[in-house]
């Protein structure tokens, strides 16, 4: 029943991607990973769980790293495309393929990002038995962030308030932000290796 749940569900994730990817381009791949792997925690939670009954402890550490190693896949690529950005002004090539990532999403790239961030924080402040409540914090601000800064091309009196901060200060913003992101990533890895070890 178990092995047949996750094929379900890696076939609606499957799916939620490539809508949303069909609907608003490679930022729809962002969120859609996003929303993905939100679902799956989800679906995981309230239903994989309690289907298979498992009481056993060793049972439910694998399944704390397997949740873990979901979680932090949306993080990864949201750290590759933050480098992007970085090298994206100092070097032709990567200003090239940001500027491909940025028309592809119609120029809401940083907004569809902080948007799954936002999603991503939101999880762990409600479920927090396999993401510890304070990364959810941190990935939670980090959205925000991003959000407002894909706001900053638009013509708002509050945007004008704040664009100049992410106008002047945007690369320092951006290795904050890949900061925080790795910290939470390789934090859950380490969680996820010392998990791993004593359930051999």
Known sequence: MSKMLD???AGVISGIVAFTTSKI???GTVLGAVLG???Y????HYVKEPLENAHNKKNIQIKGIE???VYIIPLIIIIIIEIIYIFSSLYVEPEQIFYYLENATDWTLFRSIGIGLICMGIYPLLISENIKRSYGYIILTVGIIKLL???VDTNSSFVELYAPLFIEF????SLVVIAALSYVSL???QESININREVK
């Open 187 to 189: 934090s859950i890895i």
């Open 25 to 27: 381009g490679i930022a």
């Open 37 to 39: 792997a939100m679902l």
């Open 7 to 9: 094929v379900v569900m």
């Open 149 to 151: 800064n894909g706001f």
């Open 170 to 173: 945007g690369m320092i913003i």
């Open 41 to 44: 925690q989800i679906m995981s």
């Open 67 to 69: 949740t873990r190693i």
